[in-house]
T-cell receptor
Framework: EAQVTQNPRYLITVTGKKLTVTCSQN?????MSWYRQDPGLGLRQIYY???????DKGDVPEGYKVSRKEKRNFPLILESPSPNQTSLYFC??????????????FGSGTRLTVV | AQSVTQPDIHITVSEGASLELRCNYS??????LFWYVQSPGQGLQLLLK??????LVQGIKGFEAEFKRSQSSFNLRKPSVHWSDAAEYFC??????????FGTGTKLQVIP
């Protein structure tokens, strides 16, 4: 089944403790992206990657890191989480944007709470 | 700046009634346009997309959307709503080889 898999689904952590949210897709998509969803703000892009070793900042990159060493994986790293990073996070992938088939496939989300 | 506006935060309709969710975009050129649905506790699922050609686009679950260039709109419609359609709906746009911009969403409540 074509899918984007995120782990964990739920995570509670303490301020300053480094964490990684994993994301993996099995569709050979070139484009991957991380979003955070907050009430009233919709989805805001954190980082995106056009291909292996190619990443760029989205709208709200502060406090986050990403890497794209393999095509299928795009982990999101919070080096020193803070309470304002409490949110619902989504990973998404698509064939290269701008083509005739660039709707996203989304993961099921990771609900992160930083206390 | 590129933007997508969904003016209705919350909409309530009766089961069996028709539905229209509004979406307006502001882009330099005609963008690629999408509608997604998010059921509670789930990720977003693509309902339909518009790239070019016929301005009336058919999607999954009986939804359709109409692109109107003159109004910079891409409204989502369904002739008869089912209780299972209760969810949050997001309009999105992309300039092609650029990031996708999402609206803030419209929550749909369906009453019996």
């Amino acid at each position: 089944e074509a899918q984007v898999t995120q782990n964990p689904r739920y995570l509670i952590t303490v301020t300053g403790k480094k964490l990684t949210v994993t994301c993996s897709q099995n569709m050979n998509h070139e484009y991957m992206s991380w979003y955070r969803q907050d009430p009233g703000l919709g989805l805001r892009q954190i980082y995106y990657s056009m291909n292996v070793e190619v990443t760029d900042k989205g709208d709200v990159p502060e406090g986050y890191k990403v890497s794209r060493k393999e095509k299928r994986n795009f982990p999101l790293i919070l080096e020193s989480p803070s309470p304002n990073q409490t949110s619902l996070y989504f990973c998404a992938s698509s064939p290269v944007p701008g083509t005739g088939d660039d709707g996203y496939t989304f993961g099921s989300g990771t609900r992160l709470t930083v206390v | 700046a590129q933007s997508v506006t969904q003016p209705d935060i919350h909409i309530t309709v009766s089961e069996g009634a028709s539905l229209e969710l509004r979406c307006n975009y502001s882009y330099g050129a005609t963008p690629y346009l999408f509608w997604y649905v998010q059921s509670p506790g789930q990720g977003l699922q693509l309902l339909l997309k518009y790239f070019s050609g016929d301005t009336l686009v058919q999607g999954i679950k009986g939804f359709e959307a109409e692109f109107k260039r003159s109004q910079s709109s891409f409204n989502l419609r369904k002739p008869s709503v089912h209780w299972s359609d209760a969810a949050e709906y997001f309009c999105a746009a992309s300039g092609g080889y650029q990031k996708v911009t999402f609206g803030t969403g419209t929550k749909l409540q369906v009453i019996p």
